[in-house]
């Protein structure tokens, strides 16, 4: 089997070093290491696209978790488009590659495809997320996602999230946008709680329990949680409960508004606009738990702020 031949740019290293260290014409190189005058004497004439490295260096420094498909999307925002492959290739060039972090365990066996809503408020997805605070305390995070848009919903930082907080939580985001015509979560102790199932009967909400051990079936906020962790977790250290609210708020409002999602066609959360379903919203029942809703949450916010001594 013939060896496969050196790419072009190695032959005319290879032609350069023998001229300089043997001393030889150009012909002579060139005939010994198999290359082409015209190759020997070629001169790119790519741009050097400074700004865009420029620019591109930039972006990765403030979205260091994002790759050069979701990078390209931003510079798209601002105007400049490029090949993909361009795109990798001065991604490569700038050695902005993102490191994987360590591997996760998978589910086996089969996985039932979840259906996708077609209209927002269709479904809801809940779960909790934990983190360590600069002193060693922890504290938990409330995450609920509209899995037809995508949407963040409610990012709630607390030490302690009872399911009596979490029926508040849902009400106050209700207050704002009505309430779900179904909702997913896991078997978590604050979500079978009784507060939790009076809640659900009450608003005529239908309230779906995926399996023990199989978070797949819970996938949208689970997709959630992981870049929540990747992009903003894992990039901060929380000198207080005080300040993690407000960080997750910031990236909260950063992920509704600003960063791109790949299965949004490259577009925010918060720039899907879709009818609200006539099943799903209930104007009557969101004003009437309005004032209620959004006065509790103002209560806590006050009492947590007090205990909070970061």
């Known amino acids: 089997m013939e060896p496969w031949p050196p790419p072009p740019g190695a032959r005319r290293e290879a032609v350069l070093h023998l001229r300089a260290a043997h001393a030889v014409s150009e012909r002579r ?70 490191r994987r972090r360590g591997g996760r365990k998978r589910a086996l066996g089969t996985r039932r495809p979840l259906t996708l809503p077609s209209a927002k408020n269709e479904r809801w997805s809940l779960d909790f997320v934990s ?58 102790t604050e979500l079978t709680s009784v507060a939790m199932r009076r809640w659900s009967q009450a608003h005529g909400v239908e309230w779906h329990y995926i399996a023990p051990g199989q978070p797949q079936q819970n996938a949208f906020v689970e997709s959630f949680n992981g870049r929540l962790r990747d992009e903003c977790l894992n990039e901060t250290v929380f000198l207080s409960l005080r300040h993690a609210r407000v960080v997750l708020a910031t990236w909260r409002r950063d ?11 490259g577009r925010a959360p918060a720039t899907i606009s879709l009818p609200p379903c006539s099943l799903v919203s209930r ?18 916010s006050v009492a947590i702020g007090g205990r909070d001594m970061g």
Request: hydrophobic share 40%; glycine share 6%; proline share 3%.
């Open 283 to 300: 104007p009557s029942r969101a004003s009437a738990v309005a004032a209620r809703a959004l006065t509790q949450a103002a209560r806590d």
């Open 255 to 265: 992920y509704n508004e600003v960063r791109p999602h790949s299965a949004l066609g």
């Open 131 to 188: 983190d360590t605070l600069f002193d060693g305390r922890r504290f938990r995070m409330l995450c609920v996602v509209d899995d037809c848009t995508r949407e963040c919903l409610a990012l709630v930082a607390d030490t302690s999230l009872s399911g009596a907080r979490v029926a508040r939580e849902l009400d106050a985001i209700a207050a704002a946008r009505g309430f779900p015509k179904s909702v997913v979560s896991d078997n978590g």
């Open 29 to 98: 190189a060139c005939r010994t290491v198999g290359a082409d005058r015209g190759t020997a004497r070629y001169r790119s004439r790519r741009p050097d696209d400074a700004d865009v490295r420029f620019r591109l260096r930039e972006l990765a420094a403030e979205r260091r978790r994002f790759g050069y498909r979701r990078l390209g999307l931003l510079l798209a925002r601002e105007g400049v488009r490029l090949n993909h492959k361009k795109l990798r290739r001065l991604y490569r060039e700038e050695r902005l590659q993102v």
